[in-house]
């Protein structure tokens, strides 16, 4: 039996629909009619043998199967961006900095960078980690090109684009009892810190007692402190992986939604192409 091979026009059409949740809106994005997406969707549901989407009155969400496809489309989608970029991107050489925090910088930029050498083998990335104002003022000194900064402020980022969000949670050691003791014993980086402005608010909004048992400028020092279980921490819910685990009490105030920003000096060939893979590992986290 002959296999149906994935369409990648459809797979964009796919993945539009499933990041707006209306067929109307995903028109607009791939330049196509509603009725052009329904009838690409019904024959991919038909080749595959799966339903993808529950369609409702006004909105659709994806099925377990359609999940899983969505995971595939984006993957399929990204690499084949990446081999049309290996054979008809410009040759480009020199060397660009970006600045990252180091949960960031362990989490996310590792498979960026082995991306983004395949594509301009010739291009030297220089990674320094620090703190998001450490970042900031290597970027307007010209020590970088651009930087990722975390931003705690409602109204979003005084400067840059968002790349992504996500909310904070208190995490801990699974079997933990650090979070039942009083005054709260927590783990934070030290002053000027996003996460930490976010947290001592939800607290004091809270009327929780709290002591900063531990201050490190480092997501692992935090990890440290809560796997000897001698404080919690506000931490990206993307991050909390065993042995910790997200703490749920009513004793704990919700902390609300972080966001990522990238911040760049100046546009050229070569930050342009960098930004691109940066903002393309994000979207695929979606």
Known sequence: MKIPLLDNDVLR????????????????????????????????????????????PRQVTLTTEGEVLLDYSRRLLRLNEEAVQHFIAPTLEGKVGIGTSDDVGTRILPEV????????????????????KQNLARLDAGELDMTLVTVADERGPDRGEVVHEEPL??????????????????AMA???????????????????????????????????????????APFPQSLVRSPLK????????????????????????????LASHVKGAFQSLR
């Open 13 to 56: 059409s796919f993945v539009a629909i499933a990041e707006c949740g209306t067929f109307t809106g995903a028109a607009k994005l791939v330049h196509r009619t509603p009725s052009a997406l329904s009838m690409q969707i019904k024959q991919l549901e038909h080749n595959l043998g799966k339903t993808l989407f529950i369609r409702q």
């Open 113 to 132: 960078l082995a991306q983004f050498a395949r594509s301009y083998p010739a291009v030297l990335v220089d990674v320094v980690v620090g703190s998001s």
């Open 169 to 186: 949670v208190w995490a801990g050691r699974e079997g933990s009892s650090a979070f039942l003791r009083t005054p709260l014993p927590i």
């Open 190 to 232: 030290h002053e000027g810190c996003a996460w930490r402005r976010m947290t001592l608010r939800a607290l004091d909004k809270a009327g929780v007692p709290y002591r900063i048992a531990y201050t490190c400028e480092h997501c692992s020092g935090q990890e440290a402190a809560m796997l000897a279980d001698l404080a919690v």
């Open 246 to 273: 997200e703490i749920a009490s009513d004793n704990l105030p919700e902390i609300g939604m972080y966001q990522l920003a990238l911040v760049r000096r100046g546009s050229n060939p070569l930050n342009d192409a």
